[in-house]
């Protein structure tokens, strides 16, 4: 542990640690929260939350879960192929088989899980199976700025849990800029071999920039390779793209056949942490053997199903999406709003998402500009320093009103006022 205790120690000489806080009560936007370092308690106004659509509070999603604990109890107990699964999984897998136009889902405890079952499953079939061996390599390509869950899945999928359970031909890993289909093009015509298994996989909104991946122009390069693999991780992109929050597929005006159409298979993770006031995730396709075959991965077998009161707090989500959609409408037009008045204010707000980073003159320190709003002005946003572009990261959601957003933007400014001391040449 000697290490570990040298290493943290420098981490905090370093000013790496993060800032924590403890939330007591919301109310809407408005948290009671304590700074643990200093114990100060105060009440804030939120722009870091990924409750997107406000849903967290909504009246039926709480009683759904609720209601959900009085029939089931707190745990189903047991893992979905054993003894956990219950009828409201089989209902939110429905629910989003309709939301996504995809007809087979599979949930997974969180998208960490899912990504890593997918590529038990994918690439090394699970389990094995008398008198079947597959000797396809796989090969996959990445954006470079996916999110953590996928380059996490990815860099091992070569030894991750399938292959200790079965022989299985190798995993070979490829990245690609960041968005980039020209750059994808020529990595697929360089690293495809005649008979590999193709799997391109990409957030649909960039958590870190807030940018859509372009999905049209992705499809057209991988109609040249019948059969290959698009899986976009839509996280930010639920509840969030499309006129009716169903994500990167309705934001370009196409259904997931369009795709299939073209030869292209593709698969569709939803995460529920964002619009859908609850925690898990799924994969959704229209193949129907991968649906048995992600059930019984290793880490579907090894892990506990969904719990109750988030299955039911998912479902009821997901319902409300679809009776509301102007909750949707309501994001869209929160996140045009506080893009412009950025813009108008002189700060680099990158990406088109609700997902607004805000990348700061760079003798700035987004630390200190986070604990200065939040004790000047009571605003709450997340300050990111340890990536290439220091940034502070603001989460619009529909619930904000534009007297929120106008607070937001005024201290901004006045705290960019008292941090950055611009160098003026002679």
């Not at 000013?15 to 936007?29: A, R």
């Not at 390599?137 to 091992?156: K, P, Q, R, W, Y």
């Not at 075959?293 to 969904?306: A, Y």
């Not at 619930?399 to 003026?424: C, F, G, W």
């Amino acid at each position: 542990m000697q290490i570990v205790k040298e290493y943290v120690q420098r981490w905090y000489e370093s000013g790496l640690e993060p800032d924590e806080f403890i939330c007591h009560q919301k109310q809407g936007n408005l948290v009671e929260i304590t700074e643990v370092a200093t114990g100060e308690h105060r009440t804030v106004l939120s722009f870091c939350s990924n409750d997107i659509l406000g849903l967290v509070q909504e009246e039926a999603v709480k009683q759904a879960a609720i209601d959900s604990i009085l029939k089931y109890g707190t745990s189903n107990s047991s893992c979905s192929v054993l003894s956990g699964r219950i009828d409201l999984h089989q209902q939110l897998e429905d629910e989003i088989s309709a939301f996504k136009h995809l007809p087979h889902t599979q949930l997974f405890l969180n998208a960490w899980m899912a990504m890593q079952a997918f590529m038990d499953a994918f690439c090394h079939l699970a389990i094995p199976v008398p008198g079947f061996q597959n000797t396809r390599e796989t090969v996959i390509f990445t954006d470079v700025l996916n999110h953590g869950c996928i380059v996490s899945a990815i860099v091992n999928a070569g030894t991750r849990s399938g292959k200790v359970f079965g022989h299985s031909p190798r995993v070979r890993v490829k990245a690609y800029r960041h968005c980039d289909v020209e750059d994808l093009a020529r990595k697929m015509y360089r690293h495809v071999r005649p008979n590999d298994r193709i799997v391109v996989v990409s957030d649909a909104v960039f958590s870190m920039d807030g940018d859509i991946a372009p999905l049209p122009e992705m499809i057209e390069v991988m109609r040249k390779y019948e059969g290959s693999v698009l899986l976009m991780d839509e996280a930010h992109a639920s509840g969030a793209l499309g006129s009716t929050g169903r994500g990167i597929y309705e934001h370009f005006g196409i259904l997931p056949s369009y795709a299939i159409e073209r030869g292209v298979i593709p698969l569709i993770m939803t995460t529920f942490s964002k619009f859908a006031a609850s925690a898990g995730a799924a994969i959704s396709t229209h193949i129907s053997e991968l649906k048995p075959l992600l059930n019984v991965s290793p880490t579907s077998i090894g892990t506990i199903s969904l719990s109750p009161p988030l299955a039911a707090a998912a479902l009821e989500s997901i319902r409300q999406v679809r009776q509301f959609p102007e909750r949707v409408k309501k994001l869209q037009e929160n996140t045009r709003y506080l893009r412009s008045r950025l813009l108008e204010q002189g700060f680099m707000a990158i990406g088109e998402t609700n997902v607004v980073p805000v990348v700061l003159p760079p003798d700035i320190d987004p630390k200190i500009f986070g604990r200065q709003i939040m004790t000047n002005h009571g605003v709450w946003v997340s300050p990111i320093w340890f990536v290439a572009k220091p940034r502070i990261r603001i989460t619009v959601n529909a619930l904000h009103t534009q007297e929120d957003m106008d607070l937001l933007v005024s201290s901004m400014v006045a705290t960019r006022n008292l941090l950055y001391k611009p160098t003026i040449s002679a």
